[in-house]
């Protein structure tokens, strides 16, 4: 009976604990206004964004600058003039993974690759040396060129791989004395892909580079870098693992830079071509009151040495080459031309005194390039 | 492992056969039996969602589910002591407070508990007791690149309580329930603040599991329910209130969700005496 009497009691308090207890964390309350909007995009980078230290940037200045952009917005102002400061305020970033979209617009920091020389063009090479004859799949484009030289053209890894295509395209090329891989123009896509490349050319387990994740708001909030591993392809499957040259350019980005990376410490690798456009950080999305989503990078990836990634990566020393617009237009490829020459004389080397050094090869012959150059 | 594994395995089937059998007794010429009540339902209604590992905003929309209780007293001492199952899925379909982005929440419960009764006179009746249960589920936000999917899971130990009375509504036997659950410690899933499930695929396991109260995981159920006995059928009637939250790693967690509850019992709840031949005496778990 005495129970009873406190059955209320006992109920009013486990509603006071449910009241009190999730109340515990507020939850961010951004409104949908034109600064409610700024302020959640400003706090989503502020919180999230995981390159401030290597931007050198003052990310309170930037929100106190693009507030006052917004303080002085014109009462006439479209979304279009609002949209363009809040995606102004991620353009300083100067990242190629952060965008601001809209229904009507999508907001992308272009300069990563505009203010370099293309150094590529895939007209070219379908016309000029594959002859417009070449196999296909996954993506991939491949063909055995003259002197039992494998060429293959991978433009994007969000093509997904594969492994039974990547065996059909093996069992074209595993005769092949050398392996050209071009990954120009190659933007990025799923880092799963790199995987399914990497453990094709490896004949041992290797640490391809390394993966950090931020672990709270603050600016250098970090894990610390987790080991990315690769381990050689089974048995049953079919491996490369002759000399391999891979082809880069400036517009070699995100999971094309991570692959450069990892291909670049393979010691049957050699990287020619043009420094890679970087976007070393896996991207993160994230949404405005408005309906805007947000994307940018949170996640730095690592070369195998422990490196940053996000500045690009540069090609094997002696093996930065540019392939020229006017040449291109005539139907040479100056960077191509780099490595079948490479490889030829690796055939060379190999019936006169050996198995030369891939990355030693480029070494040499790009000096050797270089001062005929300086000749002329 | 597979002494673990037999261990286990027995565990289990003991409970089952606990639980299953009608758990006859008999006093002096009389028969005593536990039967097992059965609820099985549908609920509907609403929920809210927010997920900062996802999205800053609180997404909301219609959430349907089905659950099933299955509850009996214990023979060992059935005036006091009862068990139950509990068991809940549900789907939420929402979209963001803007409308153009859509999530998508899944969540599967199951709860083992024990519980210490005391019959009150007028037929109130007061529960206490605990449960172990497991909830894993997802939020699936559409939109998200390399963070699409906040997952949770958690394994928790809960006090439950409850109350109830019955009643008649003209010639209809009624049972009217508050049944509040509070799970209080448990071990549940979280990724640290940036973490890609992409970093725990690769192998990188390190403090996904975090150990739970009230601080970090709060979490509470409460089901209102009216059970309407017509006799070799009961139906029930209720609301269901449910809030599952978490903090951990800067990451804010808070699901909220609240049914209407619509259920049958298929062999009734008892409460029409005369269903019964009179040496036997039944001895149910809900009242």
């Known amino acids: 009976m005495t129970l009873k009497r406190h059955i209320p009691t006992l109920l009013a308090a486990f509603a006071a604990i449910a009241a009190t207890l999730t109340g515990c964390h507020e939850a961010p309350d951004y409104k949908n206004t034109l600064y409610g909007n700024l302020d959640a995009l400003w706090d989503i980078v502020d919180q999230r964004y995981c390159f401030f230290d290597r931007k050198g940037l003052d990310w309170d200045s930037v929100g106190a600058v693009y507030r006052r952009k917004l303080d002085s917005l014109p009462e006439n102002a479209t979304i279009v003039d609002y949209f363009d400061i809040c995606s102004g305020m991620l353009d300083e970033l100067k990242d190629g993974h952060v965008n601001l979209i809209s229904s009507f617009n999508t907001s992308y920091y272009r300069k990563w690759w505009t203010d370099y020389p293309q150094d590529f063009d895939l007209r070219t090479v379908q016309q000029y040396y594959l002859d417009f004859d070449y196999l296909s799949t996954s993506g991939i484009s491949y063909k055995m060129l003259p002197d039992s030289i494998g060429y293959m053209y991978y433009p994007s890894f969000s093509y997904p791989v594969g492994e039974l295509n990547l065996d059909y395209i093996l069992a074209v090329l595993h005769k092949a004395k050398g392996l050209i891989i071009d990954i120009r123009d190659n933007g990025g896509g799923e880092l799963t892909n790199i995987k399914t490349f990497v453990e094709r050319f490896i004949d041992r387990k290797i640490t391809g580079g390394y993966i950090m994740h931020k672990t709270g708001p603050a600016h250098d909030a970090f894990s610390e870098p987790y080991p990315i591993e690769y381990k050689p392809c089974p048995d049953y499957r079919i491996p490369y693992r002759g000399p391999i040259i891979l082809l880069t350019n400036r517009s070699c980005f995100s999971a094309a830079n991570a692959f450069t990376a990892v291909m670049k410490s393979l010691p049957n690798v050699a990287v020619v071509g043009a420094r890679t456009g970087g976007g070393g950080g896996l991207p993160f999305s994230s949404e405005l009151p408005n309906g805007w989503a947000v994307r940018f990078s949170a996640c730095p990836l690592l070369d195998p040495e422990g490196k940053s990634t996000e500045e690009g990566i540069d090609p094997t020393p002696g093996g930065e080459v540019h392939a020229p617009a006017e040449e291109l237009a005539a139907g040479n490829d100056a960077i191509l031309d780099f490595a079948i020459a490479v490889m030829l004389r690796i055939q060379q080397d190999s019936t006169r005194a050996g198995s030369a050094k891939i990355k030693d090869l480029v070494g040499a012959m790009g000096a050797d390039r270089v001062s005929i150059s300086s000749k002329h | ?287």
Request: charged content about 15%.
């Open chain 2, 1 to 287: 492992m597979r002494n673990r594994l037999k261990t286990a395995l027995a565990v289990g089937a003991a409970m089952l056969t606990a639980f299953g059998s009608r758990g006859a007794g008999s006093e002096g010429d009389s028969l005593r039996c536990q039967p097992v009540t059965s609820v099985y339902s549908v609920e509907a209604g609403h929920q809210s969602s927010l997920s900062t590992y996802l999205s800053p905003l609180t997404y909301g929309g219609p959430v349907f589910g089905a659950s099933g209780s299955w509850s009996k007293a214990l023979a060992r001492d059935p005036q006091r002591l009862t068990m139950s199952f509990d068991t809940k899925a549900d789907v939420a379909d929402m979209l963001n407070p803007y409308g153009n982005a859509r999530m998508i929440g899944l969540d599967f419960q199951f709860q083992w508990g024990l519980s210490r009764r005391w019959r009150l006179a007028d037929g109130w009746q007061l529960q206490a007791g605990g449960d172990i249960g497991i909830d894993a589920g997802a939020l699936y936000l559409i939109r998200n690149g390399n963070n699409p999917v906040a997952a949770q899971a958690s394994v928790a130990i809960a006090p439950r309580g409850r109350v109830s009375k019955t009643l008649h509504i003209g010639r209809l036997p009624v049972l009217l329930a508050d049944e509040v659950r509070l799970p209080s410690l448990s071990v549940f899933f979280s990724p640290e603040f940036g973490e890609t499930y992409y970093e725990i695929y690769l192998g990188n396991h390190k403090g996904l599991a975090h150990c739970g109260w009230w601080g970090n995981n709060f979490c509470i159920s409460n089901l209102l329910s009216a059970d309407l006995d017509f006799g070799r059928t009961a139906m029930r009637i209720g609301y269901r209130m449910e809030v599952r939250s978490s903090y951990v790693c800067s990451l804010n967690t808070r699901i909220i969700t609240h049914s209407l509850v619509i259920g049958v019992i298929p062999q009734g709840l008892g409460l029409k005496k005369h269903r019964l031949p009179a040496h036997i005496s039944a001895i149910y778990a809900v009242y």
